[in-house]
């Protein structure tokens, strides 16, 4: 466990994140959880909380050092101070939490989730978190995102565009970017000295030699043997349906799909309730739960925090092994 602390952001103030943030925090012994900053306005996070807990102990604070101290008693706020609107509130605590991770104050970031809807509809002009990430960060055009649990880890090379727009999206260059971040971060992050990147087909069978579809073969093929031939453990294309049982998950330490659910699907089905969005790529760590807002369900008090405790764990393992490969 590290000794600095990691910054958790409070996410959408409509959703769950502020309830199971403090689930996380109740766990704390119980689950190993590493010591955290809840990032996010003051008088909203403690409206949210009385209205759910009794007795929870909660201090503001103005310093990070501040929150590490007194982690073990009560949950550590720091308030940005900036922002009215839900939206402003919500990105506040994610540019509180980057300049922090930039600084070195805190380890890692951990972002619950946000409604992009609402952020559209109050001028926000990124995709989604990830991207808002990466410009913040000085990495825009370079972030991949990994989907993780303790058995797999997952990157879909392409993300939320429609299925007969992916070939199109699927370019050497692109696929060639994304195989390259995995295989780093993979190295920096989580420790792997020659970590072994399977690569799915986009086809059934993938493509059988070109007969169903010519991605494999025009595409994949050539960049893998590209990768190989610079002394890189990549290996495939091989057929989505038989990439993800239990013997083949023990062979490689990711598999590249070629599209979002190819990605989700095996993971979600391995370990629904624990799987942890990790953003690759990022001069900083962040992790995120991989869920929504979950607004259905907000202030009923039962939300799972299993997948931000899994977030939380994996986000300081993470800060672990890159600091013992920068060591080592």
């Known amino acids: 466990m590290s000794n600095t602390p990691l910054a958790l952001t409070m996410g959408d103030p409509a959703g769950i994140g502020i309830e199971i943030a403090a689930k996380a925090w109740i766990a704390r012994q119980d689950q190993n959880i590493p010591p955290f900053i809840l990032i996010g306005d003051g008088t909203l996070v403690q409206q949210k909380l009385n209205s759910l807990f009794d007795n929870l102990s909660v201090q503001m604070i103005t310093a990070v050092d501040q929150g590490l101290d007194i982690f073990d008693t009560h949950i550590p706020v720091l308030d940005p101070g900036i922002g009215q609107s839900d939206a402003e509130l919500t ?19 951990i972002t619950n989730p946000i409604q992009k809807k609402r952020l559209y509809d109050a001028g926000f002009k990124h995709p989604g978190h990830t991207e808002f990430l990466a410009e913040l960060t000085g990495a825009a055009g370079k972030s991949v995102m990994m989907l993780a649990c303790s058995d797999l880890k997952v990157v879909p090379a392409t993300i939320h565009i429609p299925i007969n727009e992916i070939s199109s999206h699927l370019t050497s260059v692109h696929l060639e970017r994304v195989i390259r971040t995995t295989l780093s971060d993979l190295k920096q992050r989580f420790g792997k000295r020659n970590p072994h990147v399977v690569i799915a087909g986009l ?3 993938a493509g059988e030699e070109g007969s169903i579809g010519r991605e494999e073969v025009e595409i994949i093929t050539p960049l893998v043997q590209k990768l190989t031939t610079e ?34 699907i095996p993971i979600k ?43 939380l764990q994996m986000a ?13």
């Not at 953003?279 to 925090?305: F, Q």
């Open 203 to 205: 086809n059934p069978h």
């Open 91 to 109: 990105l506040a605590a994610i540019e509180c939490a980057v300049s922090l991770c930039q600084q070195g104050t805190v380890a890692a970031m």
């Open 269 to 311: 089905t391995i370990d629904f309730e624990r799987g942890v969005n990790v953003t690759l790529g990022l001069p900083i760590i962040r992790t995120s739960p991989d869920h929504g807002t979950a607004d259905n369900i907000a202030g009923k008090g039962i939300a799972n925090p299993a997948s931000l405790i899994a977030a």
């Open 316 to 328: 300081d393992e993470m800060v672990r092994l890159s600091k013992d490969k920068l060591h080592g």
């Open 231 to 264: 002394g890189h453990h990549v290996t495939g294309p091989y057929p989505a349906d038989s990439l993800f049982h239990a013997a083949a998950r023990q062979k490689y330490d990711a598999a590249i799909c070629m599209y979002h659910d190819q990605a989700l």
